[in-house]
């Protein structure tokens, strides 16, 4: 296994209910290093280039509108197997088919309001890092 690098976001509804360091204590129990973080509130523009893989789908504008009303934390997960590790702390994307245990099954409300992102693949983990990160802003380990 390699060392990675992911991207999460703890999204709006994460954020409101105060759960950002339960769900970063998440991470870290399971190996993984924040190895750049910031809080951001994200505009239609910034939230829609993010999700722009699903423009043509049914859900889009709700997703886009939903990462637009509230604060949300970025951040770059790195260690050993980042990428799926990470997706398999965060659980499906519907909270109601998430492992127990898993962050989803813990925090998530709904489909929309599902508590976290995380990129699902090596190309999107580089693209999505990129997308809110400049090198000097990571701070390797
Ligand atoms: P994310 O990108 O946010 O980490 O979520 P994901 O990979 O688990 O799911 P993805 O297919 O990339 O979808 C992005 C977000 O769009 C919403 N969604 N709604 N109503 C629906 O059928 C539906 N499908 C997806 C979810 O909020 C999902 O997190
Ligand atoms: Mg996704």
Redesign the pocket.
Known sequence: MAVERTLS?V?PDAVAKNAIGDIMARFEKAGLSIVAAKMVRLDDDKAGGF?A??KE????K??VA?MTSGPVVVQVLEGENAILLN?EL?G???PKEAAAGTI?ADFAE?????A?????SAESAAREIAYFFSADEICAR
């Open positions: 976001i999204k999700y893989e699903h789908r049914p859900f889009y709700h997703l939903f997706r965060m499906a994307t519907n989803r709904s489909i929309d309001a599902n976290v992102h995380g990129s699902d």
